[in-house]
């Protein structure tokens, strides 16, 4: 198991790579994933003026829907341990003329930087699974919310139902050795398990504790070829893969990853699902 600082400075250094990649293709990424932001809204549930904290934000999602739930008189605060994605996330509000949301970078998820009672609800989408603790996380989020004020977390599930984790892991692996043990650290199906979810929603002292699972589309692109493309521009690990391959092994692996796509999508739009996790909890009032 890597310690956790090694892990972050992985997570940062991964991100760092796929930030252009995440605003290049914001609307595939985010756009297909509306029912996800859907529900982790419903689940906390925020009104016009609230002040809203979207941890590991990324590029600004689901900031962009907090922004327009709270409204001009709200304000939401995106956070996330990747000065690029944050980044990103700025440049997407200036260039829509976003005022009501804020950006900042992290050290840690332990350390968010927060006022006591700060915000009335809290979101994570996606995030919680990058890192290393995620239960300081939640007890910094808690902390963070008034009294009854909620938090929903999103989690990739079952990872062989995640149709983008596993065909790019099945291309390549083709490709490249695989580690004898699977990796140990944070990643994108490393908070799968809804009990765990649950505990540690508990262990960070919330309450009405509740956990679902849904099938959902995650990415939608127009065709293979330009899948592959979005996965070589916004799958970290892929990247930092292809940057130490040759030209030619590079070429054999993006061929297979294209014709893979196309064996399950044919010439048409390529619709990726996933099992998504969606935990929530209140702050409790005492
Ligand atoms: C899959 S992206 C999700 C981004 C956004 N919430 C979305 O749904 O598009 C995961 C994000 O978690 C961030 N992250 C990873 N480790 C983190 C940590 N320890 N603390 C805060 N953010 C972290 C990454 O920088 C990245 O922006």
Redesign the pocket.
Known sequence: MIDADTA?EQ??QE?ALSAPG?SQFRDN??AA?GTMTGRLLDAVAPRPGDRAL??????G??TDALAAAVGAGGSVLG????PE?IEGARSWARAHGVTNAEFRV?P??GHLGLAPEEFDVAV????LQ???DPGA?LRAVREALVPGGRMAATTLGDPGRCMAFRISSQVIARHVPTPDAPPSG?G?VSLSDADRLRELFAAGGFTDVAVESFETALIEVGDAESCWLMFEHTMGPLIAMLGSMSAERARALREDGVAALRAEFGDGPVVLTGEALLASGTRPES
């Open positions: 972050r997570q940062r991100w995440w990424l985010s994933s979207d941890l590991a934000c990324g590029i999602n689901p956070l996330d341990i990747s994605m992290v840690d998820e994570c989408r996606v995030g990058y890192m290393p996380a944070p994108p």
